[in-house]
């Protein structure tokens, strides 16, 4: 095994790495997605590893001497974890070119990651990020680092530091951070478990105009009625891990909305009044009780990304996907599936389509595991002629 240089131990279970890996030492390609790991894995001995996939465990701290052992790394793949800071030592990846930090609970980013000269692609969304602005993660990977660079200079606080907060304190002794609401344009009540929002966090906004929204990771059972009053500049909504089984006509006015956070819910369906949000690009609906595809998605032009695992749906119409014709990612793993219509393959503009973990038999695991490409060319020869 000292020869091997791709090994798959996707989902294993494994809480640790076997000791015998950690000795590979002509290791290229590691995949640890999909297990139980808790942290990033002690390699010392993997001195080529190129590209490490440790994608969907539980991982929460990066420890900063393990990566040190990674110094070969071109690809880290980190997403849907429970990372809750990036260290400074993430620079010692001198060759790293993608790092995927998606879906995680990153605050906050080291200004030093603008520093790492062949980083060309940055997936950091799904993170509650405090001191960077949608619009700014949305004009790509270099534009971020350009900015991180030049944070470097300033004479404020560093990345790991407090930043300066102007905060009013409310009855429940929570915190309205009103810097962020002036400043980054970030209206946040998340992580306190409220079973509701409290007014005086919709009183804090005063005049400003607020673009991003995040609620997440409470016990709300409905949308909070309020924040229809941020209807003439709020863009982006996270209402992620909370306890909403429905969603009210209040939502559907937010008509600059661009991305929408409603993952880990009770969500059956969907309104169709959600027709009328137009500008629509994100919209995250997994881990919750779909048992049918929502059909009000089909209407939606400016869709580019639409997640749905690890829901009960069990059929799609290909017909009307096609007309998304900005669809980019349909994620539709962990679902119920039966069958993958042919007609698929002919939504050509999906760049990434995920349906592992579907009971369909068709395509098999080794067309999947080539990739979208292959899996839509495979679709589209199964249409009959």
């Keep these: 095994l000292k020869r091997l240089r791709q090994l798959d131990c996707t989902k294993n279970y494994l809480e640790t790495v076997p ?181 005086a966090v919709f009183d804090a906004v005063g005049n400003n105009p607020v673009a991003t929204v995040n609620f997440s990771k409470n016990q709300l059972r409905e949308i909070p009625p309020r924040l229809v009053e941020l209807k003439e500049s709020v863009c982006d909504v996270s209402l992620g891990f909370n306890k909403i089984s429905s969603i009210s006509s209040g939502l559907c006015l937010l008509q600059k909305l661009t991305h929408l956070d409603l993952r880990n819910n009770v969500l059956t369906a969907l309104p169709e009044e959600m027709e009328a949000l137009k500008r629509l690009h994100t919209i995250n609906l997994a881990f919750n009780r779909f048992k049918v595809f929502p059909s009000v998605l089909y209407h939606l032009p400016a869709l580019e990304n639409i997640l749905l695992s690890n829901n009960q749906v069990g059929s799609i119409d290909p017909v009307q996907l096609k007309g998304l014709d900005k669809l980019g990612t349909l994620d539709l793993q962990n679902n119920d599936l039966l069958q993958v219509p042919p007609e698929l393959g002919n939504c050509e503009n999906l760049r990434s389509l995920l349906l592992e973990g579907n009971p369909f038999r068709t395509p098999r695991a080794a067309v999947l595991a080539k990739g979208t490409a292959a899996v839509l060319e495979y679709l589209r020869s199964r249409i009959p002629s």
Excluded at 96 to 104: G, H, P, S, V, W
């Design 19 to 199: 000791p015998k890996l950690a000795t590979m030492a002509s290791l290229e390609q590691l995949y640890l997605r999909k297990n139980k790991l808790r942290s990033l894995p002690e390699l010392p001995s993997c001195k080529l590893l190129k590209e490490l996939h440790a994608g969907e465990n539980q991982i929460e701290i990066l420890n900063a001497e393990n990566l040190k052992q990674l110094s070969s790394l071109c690809v880290l793949e980190l997403r849907d974890n429970k990372i809750k800071a990036v260290p400074e030592e993430i620079t010692v990846l001198q060759k790293l070119e993608r790092l995927d930090l998606a879906n995680n609970d990153i605050s906050r980013l080291p200004y030093t990651l603008g520093n790492l000269p062949q980083l060309k692609f940055l997936a950091l969304e799904g993170n509650p990020l405090r001191t960077i602005r949608r619009d700014l993660l949305q004009k790509g990977t270099q534009e971020l680092l350009k900015y991180l660079r030049s944070k470097i200079q300033d004479d404020g606080p560093g990345p790991n530091e407090e930043p300066p907060v102007t905060a009013m304190t409310l009855p429940s002794q929570s915190k309205v951070n009103i810097h962020a609401i002036a400043t980054l344009k970030l209206l946040e009540y998340s992580d306190k478990q409220a079973a509701e929002i409290p007014e």
